[in-house]
């Protein structure tokens, strides 16, 4: 099928956005198209990319705030996640999905329990993911065993949906949580499967105090020793590093994701974006999950990407709004190695059409700043050349709301 | 009129909430009423209390991002302030109300210029504000006597406009640009006419170092020392403050703004809420002006408000929702003094509704939380008894926004 985005405002010019199969196939000049939408009175964007969540833990939005860290996951995160089910899962993602597609995203990068589920979800959502399996392994081999069981499963099943636009990934969970030998049956079936790797690292100082005080050495000193780090890899968080280490990530070519709500959600520090700027990290933009943010909103997340820096750097001029449209854009598709995230000929047909006329973003003297700064209203979401919303419509929102709301009750309640 | 919002979620109970004129008159048990309002599916909650803006700045949201303080208030604002006219401050400010109230604030504390004509339009829009004309003089008599004209003629006009949500306030604008003899003068004119003072203090450090290089004072000290801190004294931002002048604040009734997204956006610092909250300071919370905002929005406002502690403090239990929602609602009403910021029997009808069936309201598992770390999408919005808003459409919603859009072209392009 083909699309055509008529008058819509690109780039600060009036224009026609011909979408062709899944691609974007022509800019400019009036074409004809088997489905045609009027762009007037809005603004075409590259669909956001999303490179750091936990799309089912929607389901514990607002089950826990205000809580010490470990208190938090013990007490709270962690008895609630043992009782989830496949199709706990499969409702938190059609969640998940129909909050990320009204509010502008078009791709996720996943990491949580029955990925498989999540591909059930994803595939009827229309989303484009990478969907990685939790890998744990604390030490223990049968545990080990049973995260590489899961993982094989997931990837099989995941590819066995046939679709370009989900695929599977890794998801060892972190440092604290997995072995070296978990970390390298990981590094190795990742070559061999040629798949990204999804991790959490440097989130806490104690996280690599903690290593420091077990192993002598630093993270990721660690890492590269095992070989650990490779273009293959993303890390969410990458708070508590130091110059030597940004330097080597960089040389490694492993990718990074910055979670700024969920930082300052959970106090776990303030990301070094100087330093990684000042080495040319590919740096994008994640939420994390629901029950540290609480929501899935990257338009949200960029003004606290940009604004934490500004306060902590003490410089009104830091991380200034074009940069921050860079990192939950073409910057996530750069880190997951998409050809999205930007709107050109020859680019994955994901566009959202945001509404020019609401009042948070009138006047409209810069589009990226009412974007980053303001709050927009998403009319139009096309992700893989099809239309998942349109007039702020998509289809049984109600129905997955309410499915959501009596799965979540269940968890907490059962 | 008699309006009954049937069946509505209130303090996580259902019930009936009856408005007779401009009051709750019941909570609870069917009435019958002029007009009813189905509340199944909502939420009510008290209006929120912005007590810090400048409304009609909505006609700069994003003219002038990412720039160094001096620069973005010398080059830009300041040159496009100068050519404001009464007819840009009514749509700016009538943008202003809208914005507001689809956001669901139902009073704001305003200073800037040419309050009469904001008067005007928010007479039109129905809400409750607090407007000061924005004083001057940098020591200069004339200067003075102007701000001293316009003042006095701001506040005879809003006084006959004989409508009691609708008050006028004295807006002397900062330290730095007030002199002694204009503070004393606005000391005396407010006990005089019994009006609040809404005043701009301690935003930056250099305004207190300069202070102390002018005058070899510290400026609450100064203040005090003129009688100026008084119960009558709104501050808004209040962050380069030591122990002492904050119990010094408390001991004259003095009452703070706090405005996070806006000292974020200019880097002026972290606003010290563990100091406020030992001394037991009435902590209300504003949005500052669209120009360093961009948004009035009072949901992300408090977002920003606890996140930015938690991650100052490096504790992730600082300014817990419960707190921080006070701080937007019952806080806002004390600051103010007016008798609003909660759903009781007998307070003023300032309520809104705020839908439970959206995608990142759902689950919902603390209603707070889903308000204060989530995105509400707020459906019905009554202040002083009247209906602003329901289902979400504001009458004139596009009229405004075309008349905003063509002032603020004029007014950057002029």
């Known amino acids: 099928m083909s699309i055509l985005i008529k008058n819509v405002l690109l780039d600060g010019k009036r224009t026609h956005i011909l979408i062709e199969d899944n691609i974007i196939s022509k800019i400019g000049e009036t074409q004809r198209a088997d489905y045609e939408i009027d762009g007037m ?55 998940a999905c129909l909050e990320m597609i009204k509010t502008g995203t078009t791709t996720f990068n996943d990491m949580y329990w029955f990925e498989k589920s999540a591909a059930d979800a994803v595939k009827e959502m229309g989303l484009r993911a990478f969907l990685a399996e939790a890998f744990f392994d604390f030490g223990q081999e049968d545990v080990r065993k049973e995260s590489i069981k899961r993982t094989e499963e997931a990837v099989k099943y995941i590819r066995s949906l046939g679709l370009e636009r989900i695929q599977p990934a890794l998801g060892p969970h972190a440092p604290y949580t997995v072995s070296k030998e978990g970390l390298e049956w990981v590094r190795d079936f990742a070559e061999r499967e040629n798949l990204l790797i999804h991790f959490h690292l440097a989130e806490t100082k104690k996280e690599i105090d903690n290593f420091i005080k077990k192993t002598g050495m630093r993270l990721i000193e660690f890492l590269d020793k095992i070989s650990f780090l ?98 939950a854009t073409i910057n996530g598709a ?43 209203k998403v009319d139009t979401v096309i992700c893989d050349g099809k239309i998942l919303m349109e007039n702020g419509k998509v289809p049984d929102e109600e129905e997955i709301i309410k499915h959501a709301e009596r799965i979540a009750k269940k968890l907490v309640e059962g």
């Open 334 to 376: 750069k880190a997951l190695g998409i050809n999205a995230g930007e709107i050109k000929e020859s680019k994955l047909a994901d566009i959202i059409l945001v509404d020019l006329n609401t009042p948070s973003f009138a006047p409209n003297h810069d589009v990226i700043s009412n974007l980053v700064y303001s709050i927009p």
């Open 41 to 95: 009175d809005k603004v075409a964007l590259p669909g956001l990319i999303n490179t750091h969540t936990h799309a089912a833990m929607t389901l514990l939005r607002g089950y826990a705030d205000d809580y010490p860290l470990q208190q938090w996951l013990e007490e709270k995160i962690w008895p609630v996640e043992k009782k989830l089910t496949t199709e706990d899962i499969y409702w938190g993602v059609k969640l």
């Open 230 to 327: 490779s273009r293959r890899l993303i890390i969410a968080h990458a708070i508590w590093l130091n110059d030597e280490e940004v330097k080597l990530l960089v040389k490694r070519g492993v990718k990074v994701s910055h979670n700024p709500v969920s930082n300052m959600k959970l106090a776990s520090g303030v990301f070094p974006y100087k330093l990684m700027k000042q080495h040319d990290v590919v740096v994008s933009l994640g939420t994390d999950g629901c029950a540290s943010n609480n929501n899935l909103n990257m338009f949200e997340e960029m003004k606290f990407a940009s604004l934490l820096q500004k306060v902590h750097s003490m410089d009104p001029t830091a991380l200034p709004k074009d940069e921050v449209f860079r990192m």
